[in-house]
């Protein structure tokens, strides 16, 4: 086996060319899992976190631009000011994961339906990333499904519009640390389109975008400046249809379906009343 | 393109050589194996119940889920540079006054937890204790002792 302890990120894409089969390593709580367990097969890895490109979080016109290395840890203490990151991270993992675990890390490694992915696709985040043919940006959604992504790709950054409303995010498990999700909800309200954007975690292979029940908040929804107002009611039916209109979740692991089905509504239903809340 | 082996990095203060990491050891397999630094446990071996802790230049980590070959030239603190038997350190001499360690296993991770804990939040509140220990499970005493432990100890720096 041999390990490139990258320093650029050229060196890093190149590495990844060159050597057949090899994994990126970033925060290493998924892929050294996956060799501690045998689960993961590796002929060759190439880490990252010496490379300083990766690091640093800047406001880039509208966008805020998170960098691959960016940390749970720091995210969950403001790191870049977006909201629902900051409220996201700190239900990942234990204290020492997320001191590790990156933002780069959810996206090139995840399993695509996790926390970091559901906040990102809510807030209709782009990936940057350096390929084969060098740099492009991802919009997540895309990202997700794999139409996107190429072998050889690189998650250099994250790039999060900057915006004015609220944003949330829930998440339900068997315990209150170090657990994975039943189901998670991030909520966005995105001023500028009058619009609420919703996403649900641990209920499909990818995290999904609850559109029928956005469209739902968009024809019903009233507005008091940047803030939208709704009913006990309005929530209710919001929850409702995000669960209604749920893929079948596609597995049972620690929840049957229609629980996680009946879970994601209730939080959804939970994110629209604080996003409405005086 | 640098070849995994063998490396050095620092640990409890000590400059050590790893000659090999294997197939891509994690850092607490080649504490225990190859540095001969068994105070360092290993639990679920998936991040998830902190036995493994230490500190990596500082910062808590699990050390089962960090790659030992990315910690050439690191400084690493494990249970074995915060005290011995002979002469515990604060912290370890604060769990044993508390009644605090039943069958141990969890201990080693509950110190390197708690130290990072301290240095960060030197006084904390029973909430922010049982916040930084939430990865590190025990489940012998029902996290009680350990958390007045804690308290007690932050309570002597008051």
Redesign the interface.
């Known amino acids: 086996?041999?390990?490139?302890?990258a320093t650029t990120v050229a060196e890093a894409v190149d590495?990844l060319r060159e050597l057949r089969g090899a994994v990126l390593?970033s925060?290493?709580?998924e892929?050294?899992?996956g060799?501690?367990?045998g689960t993961l097969e590796?002929p060759h890895?190439v880490?990252l976190?010496r490379i300083p490109e990766l690091r640093g979080v800047r406001t880039e016109g509208v966008d805020i631009r998170l960098g691959a290395l960016t940390t749970y840890a720091q995210l969950a203490a403001g790191t870049g000011g977006v909201p629902a990151l900051t409220a996201m991270a700190p239900t990942v993992?234990?204290?020492?994961?997320r001191?590790?675990g990156t933002l780069g890390g959810a996206l090139g490694t995840g399993s695509g339906f996790g926390d970091a992915v559901t906040a990102l696709l809510a807030l209709e985040a782009e990936v940057e990333v350096e390929g084969a043919a060098g740099p492009r940006r991802v919009p997540v959604a895309q990202w997700l499904d794999r139409t996107g992504r190429d072998a050889g790709d690189l998650v250099t950054a994250v790039r999060v519009p900057s915006g004015t409303g609220s944003q949330h995010y829930l998440k339900a498990g068997e315990r209150?640390?170090?657990f994975y999700a039943i189901a998670s909800c991030a909520l966005v309200v995105d001023v500028a389109a009058r619009r609420v954007r919703c996403a649900l975690g641990s209920v499909a292979v990818t995290a999904v975008r609850a559109r029928e029940a956005e469209d739902l908040a968009a024809q019903e929804l009233a507005w008091e400046g940047d803030r939208p107002v709704a009913d006990a009611d309005l929530c209710r039916r919001f929850g409702d249809l995000v669960a209604a209109s749920l893929p079948e979740p596609p597995f049972a692991l620690r929840a049957s379906a229609a629980h996680r089905r009946h879970v994601a509504g209730v939080l959804a239903t939970r994110a629209l009343t604080r996003a409405t809340a005086a | 393109m640098t070849e995994t082996e063998p490396y050095e990095l620092r640990v409890d203060g000590v400059a050590r050589k790893v000659a090999t990491s294997g197939q891509g050891a994690s850092l607490a397999t080649v504490l225990r194996d190859s540095l001969d630094l068994p105070g360092t446990k290993i639990g679920c071996g998936t991040g998830r119940c902190g036995t493994c802790a230490v500190l990596l230049d500082d910062v808590l980590v699990a050390s089962c889920t960090v790659l030992a070959a990315d910690t050439a030239g690191c400084e690493v603190t494990t249970v074995a540079g915060l005290g011995t038997a002979s002469a515990p350190g604060p912290v370890q001499r604060a769990l044993v006054e508390a009644g605090a360690v039943q069958c141990g296993y969890c201990t080693p991770g509950m110190v390197v937890a708690i130290t990072d804990l301290l240095a960060r939040i030197p006084q904390p509140t029973e909430v922010e204790v049982r916040f930084a220990l939430s990865g590190n499970l025990c489940r012998c005493t029902g996290y009680g002792r350990i958390i007045a432990a804690v308290l007690a100890l932050a309570q002597e720096y008051a």
């Open positions: 086996m041999t390990v490139v302890r590495a390593v925060g290493g709580t892929v050294v899992v060799l501690n367990e590796a890895l880490t976190r993992g234990s204290p020492a994961s001191n590790t209150q640390a170090v």
